[in-house]
């Protein structure tokens, strides 16, 4: 009885043994698979910042571009053309007719100022923080004067709802993509209506741009690989927002933004 009762302690022994090492080795994987899983997560956080500092750097420098092109648009076009009337006026001066020289210098002193507001408007246009400045309805708001301006489209901007910061970051992003639809808009849609909405609930930022052009087959844009769609759902996700676009040929075309709303902070330097 003695040898089987040593038998059984050995055996219970050994049994406990083999389960502690059991434990200490599922204790040794998980911490292993846990301390791995944490460094993919590190290389993840790191690679999806490096990506959203890209896309941010590259934004700012695509706004700069545009706003440089709206320059050169405006000089030739706008203050040339105030600058030739202006000159025009003065060679034209009869100091003989005292009332037909009075009306034209009154007339050329208001061409002087608006082309000095013009001048003044530009040159606060080229500062490349502007944007994160005045904020993104402000950007929106200089867009539509600008399509206005043109003549060819009728363009309105309607805000609903509440007045929510935005980070400076996320605004840019969200600036270069309403640049990038406008862009495709002018180039492509053969619109003249072109309706932006501003929506901001508590907890989401609704943004949606609606035209009245000839639509495309949105099947095949996304199979095609288009990189102007490509770039804007990039941008997206970037700032965790949703993207859509509804479109079909002769029905015009609508994109909408919605950015969920965290509790705004104010910016530290990364």
Do not use: W
């Amino acid at each position: 009885m003695q040898f089987e009762s040593k038998n059984e302690l050995i055996t219970i022994f050994f049994a406990g043994i083999a389960v502690l090492l059991l434990l200490l080795g599922y204790i040794v994987y998980f911490l292993v698979f846990y301390q791995k899983k944490q460094l993919e997560n590190i290389e993840n956080q790191k690679n999806q910042e490096s990506r959203f500092q890209k896309t941010l750097l590259q934004s700012q420098l695509e706004i700069k571009e545009q706003t440089l092109r709206h320059l050169a648009y405006e000089l030739h076009d706008n203050l040339g053309q105030v600058a030739s009337l202006i000159k025009i006026n003065l060679n034209t001066l009869q100091l003989d007719d005292r009332e037909k020289s009075v009306q034209k210098i009154e007339d050329t002193k208001e061409l002087t100022r608006q082309l000095i507001t013009d001048l003044k408007s530009l040159s606060v246009s080229l500062n490349g923080d502007l944007i994160a400045k005045i904020g993104l309805l402000k950007g929106i708001e200089n867009e539509v004067t600008r399509l206005n301006k043109t003549g060819q489209f009728i363009t309105e901007l309607k805000v609903e709802g509440l007045s929510a910061p935005l980070e400076e970051s996320t605004t840019i992003i969200l600036y270069r993509m309403v640049q990038e639809v406008i862009n495709n808009i002018v180039k492509h849609s053969e619109a003249k209506r072109i309706e932006f909405l501003v929506n901001t609930s508590e907890n989401l930022f609704t943004l949606v741009i609606r035209d009245d052009g000839v639509g495309f087959n949105l099947e095949e844009k996304v199979n095609s690989g288009g990189s102007g769609l490509l770039n804007l759902q990039s941008r997206a996700k970037l700032i965790h927002a949703q993207f859509s676009i509804q479109s079909s040929p002769g029905v015009g075309t609508k994109i909408c933004i919605e950015l969920p709303l965290i509790p705004y902070a104010e910016p530290t330097n990364r």
